[in-house]
């Protein structure tokens, strides 16, 4: 590893708060298989197996807190909360509150087109992350990071104050780089007046960047512009 390298993941460890003992772990977390792709000759590893085991750490983090500080709500209310802490969008915040984006190697062509903001990108690696502190410091460490790095997200979930407003978020991206409008579309209908099923396609002209489907039109067009935001961020 450069010198360069290692200030840059010196520096990091500093926003982090926490000190790897095996920097090449830290250093694993934040390569993006674009990155390695690129460089095959030099057989990298890439952050895709700690993401995997940073998932579930962060469940089980999250999932332990939940259980313990709110002793009255049922597994379903408990499930809801816990979604709405892990989804990607929220991971993807944090990540941007901690500027994760700066540090991360990344392939020329996920760059240019704007990997280093991309939710999916960001949300993956700061699973990965989760990952390589819990191999290189263990649960105990992993824990203080993950409860300290999204207290206000895990605040507001409990206040049931998250609610993703996919539609919205999809406006702000979009228009930062297109001037044509978001359309939604509805495609089809199915099922009876009382139980119906909407599927929707949202679209910017003909070009279609997501299709969702819900009991409601409103539903519909929400997760048809949740699918469309893993494509355009």
């Known amino acids: 590893m450069h010198s360069n ?4 993941l010196n520096e990091f460890m500093n926003l982090l708060g926490y000190t790897f003992n095996n920097i090449n772990l830290l250093n694993e977390a934040l390569t993006h298989s674009s990155y390695a792709n690129e460089n095959k000759k030099r057989n990298l590893k890439y952050n895709e197996r700690l993401e995997f085991l940073g998932d579930s750490v962060l469940s089980i ?26 989804c990607e969008p929220s991971l993807a915040e944090c990540s941007i509150n901690m ?9 020329k062509g996920e760059e240019v087109t704007g990997g280093r903001q991309r939710v999916s990108v960001l949300a993956d690696t ?20 993950i409860l300290r790095s999204l207290k206000k997200t895990i605040e507001d979930a409990i206040e049931g ?17 297109n001037t044509e409008k978001i359309m939604y579309e ?9 139980n119906k099923v909407f599927y929707v396609h949202v679209k910017i002209g003909e070009k279609v960047l997501g299709k969702g ?3 409601s039109k ?8 949740k699918e469309a935001l893993k494509k355009v961020i």
């Open 5 to 8: 390298r290692k200030l840059v």
């Open 61 to 86: 983090v999250i999932s332990d807190y939940l259980y313990n500080s709110l002793p009255n709500l049922q597994e379903g209310e408990l499930t809801k909360i816990r979604a709405s802490i892990v």
């Open 99 to 107: 500027d994760i984006g700066k540090y991360l190697l990344l392939g």
């Open 126 to 145: 700061f699973e990965a992350i989760i990952g390589a502190m819990y191999l290189d410091g263990g649960l105990t460490n992993v824990k203080q990071f």
């Open 161 to 177: 104050k998250i609610f993703k407003d996919y539609k919205t978020h999809l406006q702000e991206i979009v228009q930062s780089v």
């Open 186 to 194: 509805v495609v089809n209908e199915e099922g009876p007046d009382h």
């Open 213 to 215: 489907s819900g009991k």
């Open 218 to 225: 409103k539903e519909a067009e929400q997760n048809a512009a």
